[in-house]
């Protein structure tokens, strides 16, 4: 089984940054495709960033991209997104997923079992 828990949320002013970060357990972790998503309230869950396994591949919904940077370390079993240059629309509660299939996987194959809690994130205006 494998857990997913993230932190680093909060409430920044817009133009701020916050770093969330994404703690996993089992032994497999360094083999996982690993994402973000946000849900706003009344909205559906949206991608936000893809990192492949080794790190090397990554991708951006193109609302936070150069502005939102995702990265792993596959020694911690930790996987982190940096944002930046918050907006007020990027409020919403963000969740950590991954996949645990092996292989190269990209964005478009990414299906994700499993997932976190959520940290809330707000940026006020």
């Known amino acids: 089984q494998v857990q997913l828990v993230e932190s680093g949320g909060g409430l920044v002013q817009a133009g701020g940054s916050l770093r969330l970060s994404c703690a996993t357990s089992?032994?497999?972790?360094?083999?996982?495709?690993m994402g973000w998503f946000r849900q706003a309230p009344g909205k559906e869950r949206k991608f936000v960033a893809f990192?492949?396994?080794?790190?090397?591949?990554?991708y951006y919904a193109d609302s936070v991209k150069g502005r939102f940077t995702i990265s792993r370390d596959n020694a911690k079993n930790t996987v982190y997104l940096q944002m930046n240059s918050l907006k007020p629309e990027d409020t919403a509660v963000y969740y950590c997923a991954a996949d645990s299939r092996s292989g190269d996987l990209y964005e478009s194959d990414f299906e994700p079992d499993y997932w976190g809690q959520g940290t809330q994130v707000t940026v006020s205006s």
């Open positions: 089992g032994r497999t972790f360094s083999s996982y495709a």
């Open positions: 990192v492949s396994w080794s790190g090397g591949y990554t």
